[in-house]
Structures are given as C-alpha cells and as structure tokens.
C-alpha cells in the first residue's frame, strides 16, 4: 500500500481552510456506506493542482491494509496520464492533510515532513493514521457538527526540479599545465599588449598577455605579463576560478630562467 504512519509527521491547527481540494460530507452515515463496495475507500473528482491532476482517497473507517485500523487515513492519487504527458517524469509533492474541527473553528493538520515521489511506479501517497476514530466520532470533540456535517480536505505542494545549484571543485595539478608561447622580433612589437594565442586548460581557455613596455605607466621600466581568460569564456554571476599559476621568462642559452 501507498504509505504508513510515519514518525516524522507534524500536527498543528490552521484556520485557512486547505487550498487544493476540500471534500464537505452532509451526512457521514451515507458517505461511510458509499464505501461499503469500493474497499472502504472514497474518491473525490480530479482537480488540478501544480499542473498535474490529481485526486483525494478517504478511508473514513481506516485502511486495514495500510495499518489504518482505527483511524481514518487519507491519500491522494496523481493521474498516471498527467505524468506522461508532462517532463519531469517523477514529481516530489508536500502533502498536508485537514479535518475540520467546528468547536475550535480551525482545521486539524497533519503532514509528513519529507516530500513524496509520484511516478508511473507509485502513483499514490498519504497518511494510513490521520485522526483515531475514537476522538473523530465523539461529537464533544467537534470534528462532527450540524447533525452528521464533516469536512477533509488536502494541501498538495509541488516542489519544482532542482535548477540552482554551485560546483564548487579543486584540481590541486592539472595533467598537463604548461603552454609555451615563443615571442619573435621582441624588440619590433607595437602592441601593448601582445596577446598570445588561446589555450585550453582546466576546462577554460586562456590567453597571455605581454606588456613590453609594462602595464602601470606609459614610461614603465617593468615588463609586465598577466593570465586572462580568453575572450569568449564568460563566468555566470558570481561564478569564480580561483588559479595558481606561475609565469616563467625562459633563458634561451641557458638555465637562468626567471620565474
């Protein structure tokens, strides 16, 4: 069966009456005997909510087969149609179910704290032990009023697909994290900068960018070299690289590099 009392439920009063579907019974003599053919079960019509169809299943004697002896026990059903038809094809729902109380003017509820997965698999989730019977029947309590007047009803909150989310990794090497980049006729370059070809490295593309005559102040007697990446590599809001990395000046006829 779809769900059993579990112990992660919250129960409180609320005065709003419930939001996606209430069921207000006349006469719960004949609504208890409307069950009697259809496994001690009543299905409300489809209503909408989220997107989806759906439907509340009311068990007002309790579900025997769900450990809801005593109790009456409330679920609801999405459409299987709604799910097909629809991207993603699991959907996770809060689920808050209400008796109402006439005495204390407010609705009793119940809710189980994790959100529920509907899918083609399982289509139906809900509480087995909503309201012992005992406390629903006896009418100094409220639950029943007017002559034989009651009222259930669902709050069915669909939780949207996860589409926010950050990665946060560190690639303490990377396999291969040297580029070369050779500079011709140094002494003939106009540029300031002098930006070297593009080159892929941590998933990212990257330019050098050569100041020969430096970067702080026109008469500069610095030269100046920088990391940047590549026009075209544009970071989402608030994404950030963090890169260590060193800049080396080889010495072509021999080992006095400078880095």
């Known amino acids: 069966m779809s769900s059993n009392i579990s112990s992660t439920t919250l129960e409180s009063w609320r005065e709003r009456p419930p939001s996606s579907y209430s069921i207000k019974v006349e006469n719960l003599s004949q609504f208890d005997s409307s069950t009697l053919h259809s496994d001690g079960k009543y299905q409300s019509r489809h209503f909408s909510s989220g997107d989806y169809k759906w439907r509340m299943i009311i068990y007002p004697k309790g579900n025997d087969k769900d450990n809801g002896s005593g109790f009456i026990s409330m679920y609801v059903e999405i459409e299987s149609t709604s799910l097909i038809s629809t991207t993603p094809s699991e959907v996770y729902a809060n689920l808050q179910f209400f008796v109402f109380n006439k005495k204390e003017n407010k609705y009793f509820t119940i ?5 529920k997965p509907f899918n083609t698999l399982r289509t139906m989730w809900g509480l087995s032990q909503v309201l012992a019977l005992d406390t629903f029947n006896d009418r100094n309590n409220g639950y029943l009023f007017d002559g034989d007047h009651c009222e259930f009803g669902v709050d069915i909150i669909v939780v949207p697909p996860p589409t926010k989310w950050e990665i946060l990794s560190f690639d303490e090497k990377l396999s291969f994290p040297k580029f070369s980049w050779t500079v011709k006729k140094f002494s003939e370059i106009k540029e300031n900068p002098y930006i070297s070809d593009s080159f892929s490295k941590g998933g990212k593309k ?12 026109p008469d500069s007697k610095w030269l100046s070299i920088f990391l940047f990446l590549a026009d075209g590599e544009i970071l989402k809001e608030d994404e950030k690289i963090y890169v260590q990395a060193d800049v080396k000046v080889e010495d072509p006829f021999g080992s006095n590099h400078l880095t």
């Open 206 to 217: 990257w330019v050098l960018k050569l100041y020969p005559k430096g970067c702080s102040s």
């Open 111 to 115: 809710q189980d704290v994790e959100s």
